[in-house]
């Protein structure tokens, strides 16, 4: 029997997504020719004639689902398939872990009554609180004999625990067998924690969960794998609701979305899935890609031949990947690959980041046509990047740039605020933070001339700068660690200094703040979440255009607080305790200044076109965002790192790979699959770069230590070489 599903497999760039989409424009086209043949025939002038649901493509007829692998992917795939067919058919587009969160809360009163939960929403906790929460549950069990046998400090270990869970979910594991799939992958490995002592955490953590209504990832993948999917009234439900499935890069998806294919695909539904051998870029953080693959058999397989257009990948592929496995072969790499050597790695970045800036500035390239990828981005040399290339106007777009919020200053001025206002919280609060504070909440939109509109060319103006704040914080700031105060500037002897403009600015913040004092006192703030967004209204908005990064960091900041009060009260509701009455705010200020929250709110990217810059990201980063460039600059291309695919594996990620559940893991495993990583990214990166390479290596790494990475030999290869003594680089500009 034909199969009517395809199986579409290709390299990177060589049109599984376009030939995914054509595939469905032809089902779309298929039904609609049949719907008009069977009306004509059978119904036309026929009262009261009986027409099947399947006709109906609006408003009765099942939909199809449409999944990818990340979210960006999966807005740019919904975005296609609603154009290619003029929105005239019900499509859902879903990431794998979304559609799974999706169905279990819409779904939640079957779950309730076959497990027997209370009746209450589910409200899903994101992984910060996840880990805050958990580590509180087992604080009690976790001394300082566990930490000290697992290696690692309680934070790590919590992460790593938490991880275990999410990866048996994803594998279709029920967290009951992760205890027997450890002793079995671990053996008599006694550098790390019992299984049975870990399994147990899980289950204790999990039934908590449940009995508060709280959902993580790894439940939420859980519920679904091990009590919807077997559920008869949904899948009834879900099939009904679903007639096609289109899944792009399946490569990339858990374990779990093959058998959900697989009861779609048993109940009549088609499928459509895309499958990149180079790819598997989640291998190790809970993709499982060779068990994807078995959905080929019931598929009818499509190659897509040849490499992609306009990219080195049939030029440099196999000599790059015959370089790396094999050191001693004598092979020099054609013109297209440059390297950039130097000594010290602050040389390099500087070197590199002059290489660029002639280039565009020679225009010889476009900024939106270079690559800057790394197997990781320190903090350094990212700033160092893009100060060099900012200074000679070039801009630079950092992929998923995930800095922590407390990283932003606008979001430390909000929390001093908070600290300023609420009483209790005095101990969070000290004369830096209080002049950074005035500094911030001081700026005033300036209009451009002959102007009186704001418009995005509106600059911003201090009107306390930092050391009239100093000053302030310095004579006027009165530490208390129940009422910390700011008294009037005229407390200061000689305020006359300080000026008008800024005399001004702090009257009107020490006015706001005595106000809101006033109404917290009065109970009529109803959270500080409402005072969060006060202070934003007052002094941050107020009108203006915010820069896209400030405004992101503070619909994160917001998005945060919501979430962390929803969760607080919710624990309140079932188990009141007894605590400070601001403990909460205090608990809040202190998760974001850990630094374990991110500016990603949705949507996490600036709407509008795409914007022309320098790239810059983590081998990881890249290869998930599916993007191409003329040129590729491999920075730190000596480092050990590009082994790892620029993303650490979760510890135990291979015990739960469903070709071989629970089998060791030896030194061996380790170093083939190491060696298959790296020939995958050379692979993928080089099918993404159509005209230049370059390797940029300095002999030392960042902690002085000497680089003898597997790309070395590419380095060592190269015919061109643009080293320190080169004297057409430019020394960088001041």
């Given amino acids: 029997m034909v199969s009517h599903s395809v199986w579409i497999v290709g390299t990177s760039r060589s049109g599984k997504t376009a030939r995914l989409v054509e595939q469905f424009c032809n089902w779309v086209k298929s039904k609609n020719q049949y719907t008009e043949s069977f009306y004509t025939k059978k119904t036309r002038g026929k009262k009261g004639a009986y027409v099947p649901e399947f006709l109906y493509l609006k408003q009765t007829e099942p939909g199809v689902l449409v999944l990818a692998a990340n979210d960006d992917n999966r807005r740019e795939l919904g975005d296609i398939i609603v154009t290619s067919t003029l929105g005239k058919y019900p499509v859902r587009a879903k990431t794998p872990l979304g559609f799974f969160q999706d169905e279990v809360i819409l779904f939640w009163p079957l779950l309730i009554n076959s497990l027997n939960l209370k009746a209450q929403f589910p409200v899903r906790l994101r992984p910060e609180t996840e880990q805050e929460l958990a580590t509180k549950l087992w604080r009690p069990q976790l001394d300082e004999e566990i930490l000290r046998i697992a290696g690692v400090n309680e934070s790590r270990l919590v992460r790593r625990i938490l991880d275990l869970l999410q990866l048996a979910a994803y594998s279709g594991i029920p967290c009951e067998d992760i205890a027997q799939i450890l002793a079995k992958g671990l053996g008599e490995n006694t550098t790390t924690l019992e299984p049975e002592f870990l399994a147990s955490l899980l289950l204790d953590w999990r039934n908590w969960c449940l009995e508060r209504g709280l959902l993580t990832y790894g439940i939420i993948t859980e519920l679904y794998s091990q009590h919807l999917l077997s559920d008869r009234n949904y899948q009834q439900h879900l099939t009904k609701r679903y007639q096609a499935v289109l899944a792009d890069d399946v490569d990339d998806y858990p374990s779990v979305a093959r058998l959900l294919f697989e009861l779609l695909l048993d109940r009549g539904a088609v499928g459509a899935f895309s499958y990149n051998p180079d790819g598997a870029v989640r291998l190790g953080l809970g993709a499982d890609p060779n068990y994807l693959e078995g959905l080929a058999e019931r598929c009818r397989v499509e190659i897509l031949n040849g490499p992609p257009p306009e990219s080195l990948s049939e030029q440099l592929t196999k000599q790059m990947v015959e370089l790396v496995t094999e050191p001693m072969v004598m092979l020099s790499l054609p013109k297209t690959v440059y ?27 476009q900024p939106e046509e270079v690559a800057i990828i790394a197997p990781g981005l320190d903090a350094i040399a990212r700033y160092t990047l893009v100060e060099i290339l900012i200074k000679q106007n070039i801009p630079v777009q950092s992929l998923n740039d995930q800095r922590p919020l407390i990283s932003s200053p606008i979001i430390r001025a909000l929390l001093t605020m908070l600290a300023l206002v609420y009483p209790g919280l005095g101990r969070l609060v000290d004369r830096d933070a209080v002049a950074e504070m005035l500094v911030v909440l001081s700026r005033k939109q300036q209009l451009p001339e002959n102007s009186s509109l704001l418009t995005p060319n509106s600059s911003l103006s201090t009107r306390i700068d930092p050391v009239r704040a100093g000053l302030i914080a310095d004579y006027c700031f009165v530490p208390h660690p129940d009422r910390p105060n700011l008294l009037p500037v005229s407390t200061f002897e000689r305020w006359d200094r300080i000026g008008y403009a800024a005399t001004t600015a702090y009257n009107e913040i020490l006015e706001w703040l005595e106000q809101q004092r006033s109404q917290q006192e009065l109970r009529l703030i109803p959270s500080p979440i409402s005072l969060l967004d006060r202070a934003i209204q007052r002094f941050l908005w107020n009108g203006s255009n915010l820069p896209y990064e400030q405004l992101a960091a503070l619909r994160e900041l917001l998005e945060t607080a919501q979430h962390y009060w929803e969760i607080d009260t919710r624990l309140r509701q079932i188990a009141p305790v007894e605590t400070t009455p601001h403990a909460t705010i205090i608990e809040f200020i202190q998760l974001l200044r850990r630094g374990t ?18 790239t810059l990201a983590t081998i990881f980063q890249y290869r998930s965002s599916r993007r191409s460039h003329q040129w590729h600059f491999w920075l730190d291309a000596g480092s050990p790192l590009w082994a790892k695919g620029g993303a650490a594996t979760l510890f135990g990620a291979p015990f739960f790979l469903r070709d071989r559940l629970g089998e060791p893991w030896t030194a061996e495993d380790e170093k083939l699959a190491e060696e298959q990583r790296l020939q995958r990214i050379l692979t993928d990166l080089l099918s993404r770069v159509s005209e230049r390479v370059y390797l940029c290596h300095s002999d030392l790494a960042v902690n002085g230590q000497e680089q003898l990475g597997p790309l070395l030999p590419l380095v060592n290869a190269c015919v061109t070489v643009i080293s320190e003594s080169t004297e057409n680089l430019r020394s960088p500009t001041s």
């Fill in 597 to 614: 929250i991110t500016a990603n709110p949705y949507p996490v990217r600036p709407i509008g076109g795409a914007r022309k810059a320098v």
């Fill in 339 to 365: 390297s950039i050597q130097t000594t010290s790695r602050a040389q390099l970045l500087r070197q590199t980041a002059e290489e660029i800036a002639n280039a565009i500035q020679s225009q010889q390239v």
